[in-house]
């Protein structure tokens, strides 16, 4: 296990990386390759950080190496039967620091599964926290209580579709109302750039294009916090 320090300062966000190979009468099946969050230091923001990756990625562990370990081990045993040979599957949780300015700490994170076939599965979402008090910040909160602010969203979101649409992104023809349906305000995550919200793989295109990333532009309410982002 390795630990990778992405700022230099206490406290400090790190990854923890573990790396596992999973086999059949000797033969590998599954590759697994885990990083996540850690805190180092003290504060509330690193407790809860620290706490809450470490549980997801043992989630995402325990399931692969459950339930993807034997789905994999079907798919060898027919590749046995069919006298052809066989790739190992890969597993992997990965993400990013998406924006640490001091006050708000945003983290994307992936996970993905690529089949012996080739089929890819993806699954994206964000979490955003608090410096001040290692509190999730939910993404209503960065709108100050504006009371349509889903609405605005909404309309942001239709015009990032056309702009991935003109960007040669193959998505679906009818996509307002699933682009509605599923829409998840705990799927985002800041950057200076803007607001990235994610929407799960197969709800707006094809399996190929993979789990969608929209980004739109920030709330007026972190906008000055953005810009005095230092660099990591």
Request: charged share 25%; with cysteine; aromatic share 10%.
């Amino acid at each position: 296990m390795k630990m990778l320090p992405i700022k230099d300062k206490t406290p400090q966000i790190c990854w923890k990386t573990v790396e596992k190979t999973l086999t059949l009468t000797g033969e590998p099946v599954l590759e697994l390759k885990l990083s996540w969050p850690q805190g180092e230091g003290a504060g509330p923001l690193v407790r809860s950080v620290s706490r809450y990756y470490a549980r997801l990625a043992q989630g995402w562990q325990r399931q692969w190496e459950r339930e993807g370990y034997l789905c994999a081990c079907v798919a060898l045993a027919q590749k046995r039967e069919q006298s052809r040979p066989f790739t190992p599957w890969t597993a992997s949780l990965s993400g990013q620091v998406t924006l640490d300015n001091g006050e708000y700490l945003s983290i994307a994170m992936l996970a993905r599964e690529v089949h012996a076939d080739g089929r890819v599965l993806e699954y994206r979402w964000g979490d955003t926290w608090a410096w001040q008090d290692g509190a999730p910040v939910p993404l209503g909160a960065l709108f100050q209580g504006q009371k349509r602010w889903r609405k605005q969203l909404r309309s942001q979101l239709e015009q990032a579709v056309e702009q991935s649409r003109r960007s040669g992104a193959y998505l679906d023809q009818e996509i307002k109302k699933p682009l509605r349906r599923w829409f998840s305000p705990s799927r985002f995550a800041l950057s200076p750039e803007g607001l990235e919200l994610y929407y799960p793989q197969c709800t707006l295109a094809p399996a190929v294009e993979g789990a969608l990333v929209f980004r739109l532009p920030l709330p007026e309410s972190v906008q000055i916090a953005a810009k005095e982002e230092k660099e990591a």
